[in-house]
């Protein structure tokens, strides 16, 4: 195979070499960036612009997967018999929908359903929902905020350290004291008393209309909150069938001897439920999240500037380096689907069973 390549790369009279990353100008302009860019960077920033719109629709789209997963597992076994079959519901469908359907789906709701900016719909006076984006405020941040940032630090040390007192306490004495609270009490009234100390040090930016968009703010565009809604809605079925089967594969007497020690429906589910049902989630739990990540890739379906139709889409076309595109990008998912992996099983291990 490598044979083949460099007697092909030979007759077209082609080398191999990433020098294209630097060249300049990357000559075209992307829809969403969470870093400074114009089309006059290279392709090296190019990539990267791209690379992080990918890593903020996973790192968005893992955490509403994970909440809506949980949610409708946990319907899934209700004695409620509305609310059971609306979970069977929402399983099969989003499990047998390919996620390219999907996805195209919500990119069209968004697009031809929602009214234009003139008559977006307002959540409170500062959100603004339209098919061109929704617009939603913006944080400021002043000098004086890096304080209240290490306040919070230094509170929530503090907090972690009285959890684990309390973990300590209540497995040598079996006396359970609330110190999960007392830190989170704690972090919350340190750091907004150097809020207001430091006087303030954060406004908001709000939208306004001008024209015939608004300005001001922070806008997430429509191909964005599609492809990330769009993934998590998928994802979340079949994270729901593993928080199902993780829960029933808890023994039946684990729940009738919390039942008999008095603990309510919903302590049960939370200390003794959920904890050991946790070593049958996990494994599966890390797939859908791989699953999650890579289907991103999608994201040119819609126009979603990420990693692949930066680096392996516009700039591989433009330079003509398709082999080095293709290798980045092949090796960049590779990196983020070990890094996730390695997260998730130092944390299996951590719940796994310990025999003595």
């Given at each position: 195979?490598?044979?083949n390549?460099?007697?092909?790369?030979?007759?077209?009279?082609?080398?191999?070499?990433?020098?294209?990353?630097?060249?300049?100008?990357?000559?075209?302009?992307?829809?969403?960036t969470?870093?400074?860019?114009?089309?006059?960077?290279?392709?090296?920033?190019a990539?990267?612009?791209?690379?992080?719109?990918?890593?903020?629709?996973?790192?968005?789209?893992?955490?509403?997967?994970?909440?809506?997963?949980?949610?409708?597992?946990?319907?899934?076994?209700?004695?409620?018999?509305?609310?059971?079959?609306?979970?069977?519901?929402?399983?099969?469908?989003?499990?047998?929908?390919?996620?390219?359907?999907l996805?195209?789906?919500?990119?069209?709701?968004?697009?031809?359903?929602?009214?234009?900016?003139?008559?977006?719909?307002?959540l409170?006076?500062?959100?603004?929902?339209?098919n061109?984006?929704?617009?939603?405020?913006?944080?400021?941040?002043?000098?004086?905020?890096?304080?209240?940032?290490?306040?919070?630090?230094?509170?929530?040390?503090?907090?972690?350290?009285?959890?684990?007192?309390?973990?300590?306490?209540?497995?040598?004495?079996?006396?359970?004291?609330?110190?999960?609270l007392?830190?989170?009490?704690?972090?919350?009234?340190?750091?907004?008393?150097?809020?207001?100390?430091?006087?303030?040090?954060?406004?908001?930016?709000?939208?306004?209309?001008?024209?015939?968009?608004?300005?001001?703010?922070?806008?997430?565009?429509?191909?964005?909150?599609?492809?990330?809604?769009?993934?998590?809605?998928?994802?979340?079925?079949?994270?729901?069938?593993?928080?199902?089967?993780?829960?029933?594969?808890?023994?039946?007497?684990?729940?009738?001897?919390?039942?008999a020690?008095?603990l309510?429906?919903?302590?049960?589910?939370?200390?003794?439920?959920?904890?050991?049902?946790?070593?049958?989630?996990?494994?599966?739990?890390?797939?859908?999240?791989?699953?999650?990540?890579?289907?991103?890739?999608?994201?040119?379906?819609?126009?979603?500037?990420?990693?692949?139709?930066?680096?392996?889409?516009?700039?591989?076309?433009?330079?003509?380096?398709?082999?080095?595109?293709?290798?980045?990008?092949?090796?960049?998912?590779?990196?983020?689907?070990?890094?996730?992996?390695?997260?998730?099983?130092?944390?299996?291990?951590?719940?796994?069973?310990?025999?003595?």
């Open positions: 195979m490598i044979g390549v460099a007697a092909n790369f030979a007759a077209l009279d082609k080398t191999f070499s990433f020098r294209f990353l630097w060249e300049l100008p990357a000559g075209y302009d992307i829809n969403q969470l870093i400074s860019y114009t089309n006059q960077n290279s392709h090296l920033r990539a990267v612009v791209g690379l992080l719109n990918t890593g903020l629709v996973a790192i968005v789209g893992i955490f509403l997967a994970t909440v809506l997963g949980f949610s409708v597992g946990i319907m899934r076994l209700s004695n409620n018999w509305l609310v059971s079959r609306i979970a069977y519901v929402y399983v099969e469908f989003t499990r047998n929908t390919p996620v390219l359907l996805i195209l789906l919500w990119h069209g709701i968004i697009i031809n359903t929602l009214p234009h900016p003139r008559q977006a719909l307002s409170g006076g500062s959100v603004f929902i339209s061109r984006g929704f617009y939603v405020p913006a944080p400021v941040i002043e000098p004086a905020f890096w304080w209240v940032a290490f306040v919070f630090c230094i509170a929530t040390i503090i907090a972690a350290a009285l959890y684990r007192r309390g973990r300590r306490l209540q497995l040598s004495t079996g006396i359970r004291k609330p110190y999960l007392y830190g989170l009490g704690l972090t919350i009234a340190a750091t907004i008393l150097a809020f207001y100390v430091a006087g303030t040090p954060v406004t908001l930016d709000r939208p306004t209309l001008r024209g015939f968009n608004y300005r001001g703010g922070m806008t997430l565009i429509p191909e964005f909150v599609a492809l990330t809604w769009a993934l998590a809605f998928y994802t979340s079925g079949f994270i729901a069938e593993n928080v199902r089967s993780g829960i029933n594969a808890v023994d039946r007497g684990q729940r009738d001897a919390a039942c020690l008095g309510t429906e919903n302590r049960t589910m939370k200390l003794v439920i959920l904890p050991q049902a946790m070593r049958v989630i996990v494994p599966p739990l890390t797939s859908s999240y791989l699953d999650l990540m890579k289907n991103s890739s999608l994201a040119i379906a819609i126009g979603y500037m990420d990693l692949v139709a930066t680096l392996g889409g516009i700039t591989l076309t433009q330079t003509g380096r398709e082999m080095e595109t293709m290798l980045l990008v092949m090796a960049i998912y590779l990196a983020i689907s070990l890094s996730i992996s390695w997260g998730m099983n130092i944390y299996n291990r951590r719940q796994r069973l310990v025999e003595r």
